[in-house]
């Protein structure tokens, strides 16, 4: 059955493919993100272009967000399937740099509140529904904290955590919450990574399997497999090795380099 699906972030990235291929398969979407034409020149591209809603939103802005919520739900007749909330800021950070005070705080707000803010509108619609799923893009950054990536790394740990707590507050609403951390995918946001970048996948293959996870329900994945296994590692690493090397590993560029 054709679902209707809500995604944030949808002008590049992860969020573009999951809007592609959930496009392909026969759903009706609600896209949100900043770039209106790049938004539209999507929804253009996708079969049943006319089905299709879009909303020239920046996350951080909560009444947009909301009213675009609230048209899309409308248009669906109160049943919204998935919402994926996948806009994000990823970009290096340092504490000793003043100046990237207001850049932890663009992290923040996008990557942990606007998920918030996206999630707000749906679940009475969902728990009147019946049930639906929510979606909350993650990162194995978020697993240990990365040395020059403090904003970056912080606010996907409190996205699973987030996640974690909204989990068990639905459960008996029927609605699901999925949480999808993403190891490296090829997209604009991973192009000026100057380090190499392991078990790198394709945006629309990470797209196919994220998608897969959500249809089973899955509290929480990491994409691809490989990373999950890292990923379990890092966990378990006591403090002292994990240090030794993190200290000396390559950091992500801040704004402007």
């Given at each position: ?7 944030t972030g949808a002008t590049s990235g992860l969020g573009k493919a999951l809007a ?101 509108p749906f679940v009475g619609a969902m728990r009147d529904a019946g049930g639906g ?34 989990r068990n507050e639905l459960s008996r609403d029927g609605i699901s919450v999925v ?79």
């Amino acid at each position: 059955m054709p679902q209707h699906v809500f995604i944030t972030g949808a002008t590049s990235g992860l969020g573009k493919a999951l809007a592609e291929h959930y496009g392909r398969q026969g759903a009706t979407l609600g896209l949100v993100g900043r770039r209106g034409e790049r938004l539209r020149a999507l929804v253009e591209s996708l079969p049943n272009a006319d089905v299709h809603a879009c909303y020239g939103v920046d996350v951080r802005d909560r009444a947009a967000l909301h009213a675009a919520a609230h048209d899309f739900i409308g248009r669906s007749g109160g049943r919204v399937d998935v919402v994926i909330a996948c806009a994000g800021i990823s970009v290096g950070t340092l504490t000793d740099h003043p100046e990237d005070h207001d850049v932890f705080d663009a992290v923040m707000q996008t990557n942990v509140m606007a998920m918030v803010a996206t999630f707000e509108p749906f679940v009475g619609a969902m728990r009147d529904a019946g049930g639906g799923r929510l979606v909350g893009i993650s990162s194995v950054a978020g697993v240990r904290g990365l040395p020059g990536g403090g904003a970056y790394s912080a606010s996907k740990a409190a996205v699973t955590t987030y996640c974690e707590s909204l989990r068990n507050e639905l459960s008996r609403d029927g609605i699901s919450v999925v949480t999808i951390a993403p190891g490296y995918v090829r997209t604009e946001m991973t192009a000026h990574n100057p380090y190499k970048m392991p078990f790198l996948m394709e945006a629309d293959e990470f797209a196919r399997r994220a998608a897969n996870a959500i249809a089973r329900g899955v509290s929480y994945t990491v994409i691809p497999w490989q990373m999950g296994i890292v990923a379990r590692l890092m966990r378990v690493l006591p403090n002292a090795i994990y240090d030794r090397l993190a200290r000396n590993a390559p950091r992500k560029p801040r704004k402007g380099e």
